[in-house]
């Protein structure tokens, strides 16, 4: 999970399937660099048990056991990150949960796609539409870089909006 972690429920016959989930936690839950390991209680065991049977050491850092025993502290946590994180998890349930956020980015999303849908082709989405993501919108402009260039300064200015010209 990553840019959609908290953005739409998940059903519990899936975390029942799941032993460990990774979840990055930029853009929707804190600041780039924080990541967030769901374990299932079972698979928290000492894996140096397995040694004798041809599995491998883990190291002490790497080991859910140390966390869990740790409370999460074994390491040094980086703080800002998880403070971050808590003000959005507030923010969410303030919001409603993950139910209501769903809604909302459901909402938001299609009001962007439809201005590029109806746009006569000036912006361009070549993601079908069963296929469209409701957090990452991509799109690009017809007449090129230098008229995404603009968009990007114009959007810039007249809203005050940072960083939408994404990466590559």
Known sequence: MSSNILSRKISPQLWKRLGVVFAGAQKNMAPSGLTVVIVRKDLITNLDDAVPFGGFRVPDMLSYKNMADHQSLYNTPPMFSIYVCNLVLADLLSKGGVGAIEEINSQKSRMVYHVIDESRGFYINAIEQNARSRINIIFNCRGGA???????????????????????
């Open 146 to 168: 230098s008229i995404e260039d603009q968009f990007v300064l114009e959007a810039e200015k007249s809203s005050g909006i940072k960083q939408i010209k994404g990466h590559r």
